[in-house]
């Protein structure tokens, strides 16, 4: 057994299923999840020491790339003044007011420790503020593990959700409507016939969780007409597409202005740092100033805010965005190459610093064509790419992370290696 063998036989016996979030178990790719040791710029270390160009980017938050120096020393310099205080600090302060301006629907905000949190507390912000209950959110949309938002369709339009998760009451899911992505009669029928009920929508404004998926510019214009009309607060999750789409994220690139935004991940730089906010008129509901409780002894901890605040200041720097598009574009255009010239159905897209790669002939517009893509074509893309030392998400259902440290050598070695693994698929 190597040392990945052995401590996955060993984490099993502590740690349920030997992990600490489910997808890490490779669970629906199979093999065994490689225990990292450390990581740096575009590459992680295993612990049998062999290196990888990674592609999962922590989910997401290693958008400078992995243990970048500037970032580092800002969290040494952190920690050496203490790691907490359960106080308000200048820093935190400071990364507020930069968050708002980098993204203007922003009035207030308020620091937390992880995306869950976020978004459970925008949820329960919007009902206080509407004092309405019923919440809307799409299939496929993953807004963290909070109780109301692990739900799964109704039988029918119009139906409320079930859980989708054992240990969650029917009772806390039966306001919360769950509708397909990207389909406008059903949002349209929704508010024709419940619209004054719904305290809010909440979307992935750019979907990451079921792989990428792209909203089309009549679903989110007419998202935000409906929920204008209707009194409802509109929150964009952008948790993952916060500065990794477009500086402003996917906001500023859909001309919308959100009500609420909830952001986690790039703002952390790596550390746990997740935060809520927008119209200062909806803030105020808030706890000290308003009758919706929300707290956390360690949000807006000293240490996260210092990786944030030198997260923001370095994807601020001319040319950062351009160059990560440039080679999230280059990455997506060659393996599209490759996959046509293999013959194998195969299609991919991206969006700033976040691309999808499907198994399938088109780019799936919904939950339900994500879902009949070939997953079997994946699991073998994944394991051909990994056993040549590059590193995807281990599902078929996840969004791929460029970061600044990946160079046109990186990409390049990377559309090689897939040539050589979708030609092998293809000879079965
Ligand atoms: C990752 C993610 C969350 C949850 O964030 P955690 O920090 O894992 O709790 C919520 N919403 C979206 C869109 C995410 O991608």
Known sequence: ??????????????IPGGVNSPVRAFGSVGGVPRFIKKAAGAYVWDEDDVQYIDYVGSWGPAIVGHAHPEVI??????????????????????????IAKLVPSVEQVRLVSSGTEATMS??????????????????????????????????????????SSAGVPADFTKHTLVLPYNDVAALQQTFAEIGDSVACVILEPIAGNMNMI????????????LTEQHGAVLIYD??????????????????????????????GGGMPLAAFGGRADIMACISPLGGVYQAGTLSGNPVAVAAGLKTLEIIQRPGFYEQLAKHTQMLCHGLNAV???????????????MFG?????????????????NTEHFKQFFHGMLDHQIAFGPSAFEACFM??????????????????????MVRG
């Open 214 to 225: 792209q909203p089309s510019a009549e679903f989110i214009q007419t998202l935000r007409r």
């Open 73 to 98: 020393e800002a969290v040494r310099e952190a920690a050496l003044g203490g790691l907490s205080f359960g106080a308000p600090t200048a820093a935190e302060v400071q990364i507020a007011e930069e």
């Open 357 to 373: 790669l499907y198994f399938a002939d088109a780019v799936p517009q919904s939950y339900a064509e994500m879902a009949a893509s």
């Open 339 to 353: 996959a046509q010239e293999a013959g194998l159905p195969f299609c991919s897209q991206s969006v700033g610093g």
């Open 238 to 267: 952008e948790v993952m597409t916060g500065f990794r789409v477009a500086l402003g994220g996917a906001q500023s690139l859909h001309g919308i202005t959100p009500d609420l935004t909830t952001m986690g991940k790039v703002i």
């Open 122 to 163: 925008a949820i329960r912000l919007a009902r206080g503020f509407t004092g309405r209950d019923n919440i809307i959110k799409f299939e496929g949309c993953y807004h963290g593990h909070s109780d109301s938002l692990l739900v799964k369709a109704g039988s029918g339009l119009l139906t409320f959700g079930n859980p």
């Open 1 to 14: 057994m190597n040392r990945n063998q052995q401590l996955f036989e060993q984490a099993k016996k502590i």
């Open 403 to 424: 970061s600044a440290a990946h160079t046109p050598e990186h990409i390049a070695d990377t559309i090689g290696v897939a040539a050589e693994v979708f030609t092998q």
